[in-house]
């Protein structure tokens, strides 16, 4: 890959890294509600699953789309009703008590796993492979997950860490759910870029 093609490759991984979506509007609300250590997790398996994601779609599961347009509707169907899903759990979520067992933060394979509902990371993938490796080579596959893989987990990171400093505002009980509901409400709004491309 040529290196201005690389560069492009990267500011692109980047800015999409970094922009709001369902993965860095959940990292900002687990590390509002549960703090950056026990975020860590969630970061990790964001990060690390949407590298392994890029990794299978750049050697064959692009061309399943290609060959099967269709597939990629019902894709997005099932993604914008989890994400729906999702919107709701978090703007019913009551603030977490010691000792409740409620309220606990998203997993590494929750998190790793909800990669392959999300259509922002679709979005990005399938973007990523159509603009900057249109030869869809096993090196070119392995050349965009690993750009990937070196920007998506600082960037991810960052949106926690923001969510963490937020908890000095969220000290009562109201406003950790109202922070939960306007998150809720931006991760419905987060859908609707996705949903006309």
Same mark, same amino acid.
């Given at each position: 890959?040529?290196?201005?093609?690389?560069?492009?490759?990267?500011?692109?991984?980047?800015?999409?890294?970094?922009?709001?979506?369902?993965?860095?509007?959940?990292?900002?609300?687990?590390?509002?509600?549960?703090?950056?250590?026990?975020?860590?997790?969630?970061?990790?398996?964001?990060?690390?699953?949407?590298?392994?994601?890029?990794?299978?779609?750049?050697?064959?599961?692009?061309?399943?789309?290609?060959?099967?347009?269709?597939?990629?509707?019902?894709?997005?169907?099932?993604?914008?009703?989890?994400?729906?899903?999702?919107?709701?759990?978090?703007?019913?979520?009551?603030?977490?008590?010691?000792?409740?067992?409620?309220?606990?933060?998203?997993? *590494? !394979?929750? =998190? &790793?796993? @909800?990669?392959? +509902? /999300?259509?922002?990371?679709? %979005?990005?993938?399938?973007?990523?492979?159509?603009?900057?490796?249109?030869?869809?080579?096993?090196?070119?596959? *392995? !050349?965009? =997950? &690993?750009? @990937?893989?070196? +920007? /998506?987990?600082?960037?991810? %990171?960052?949106?926690?860490?923001?969510?963490?400093?937020?908890?000095?505002?969220?000290?009562?009980?109201?406003?950790?759910?109202?922070?939960?509901?306007?998150?809720?409400?931006?991760?419905?709004?987060?859908?609707?870029?996705?949903?006309?491309?």
């Amino acid at each position: 890959m040529a290196y201005d093609l690389l560069t492009a490759l990267a500011l692109f991984a980047f800015v999409s890294s970094i922009t709001p979506g369902p993965n860095n509007l959940m990292l900002m609300a687990s590390g509002a509600n549960f703090g950056l250590r026990k975020t860590v997790p969630h970061m990790l398996g964001v990060a690390l699953g949407f590298v392994f994601m890029v990794l299978l779609i750049g050697i064959g599961l692009i061309q399943v789309f290609d060959a099967f347009p269709a597939s990629y509707i019902i894709l997005k169907i099932c993604s914008v009703a989890y994400l729906l899903y999702l919107a709701w759990r978090i703007s019913v979520a009551a603030p977490a008590t010691p000792g409740s067992g409620r309220g606990r933060p998203i997993t *590494f !394979l929750q =998190a &790793a796993a @909800f990669q392959w +509902v /999300n259509p922002k990371a679709w %979005a990005m993938a399938l973007t990523a492979f159509s603009v900057y490796a249109p030869d869809q080579s096993i090196a070119a596959a *392995f !050349l965009v =997950a &690993a750009v @990937f893989g070196a +920007v /998506n987990l600082p960037s991810v %990171a960052s949106w926690a860490f923001l969510g963490q400093k937020m908890t000095r505002f969220l000290t009562k009980p109201a406003r950790l759910v109202t922070f939960n509901r306007i998150m809720a409400g931006l991760l419905i709004l987060s859908l609707f870029p996705v949903l006309w491309t």
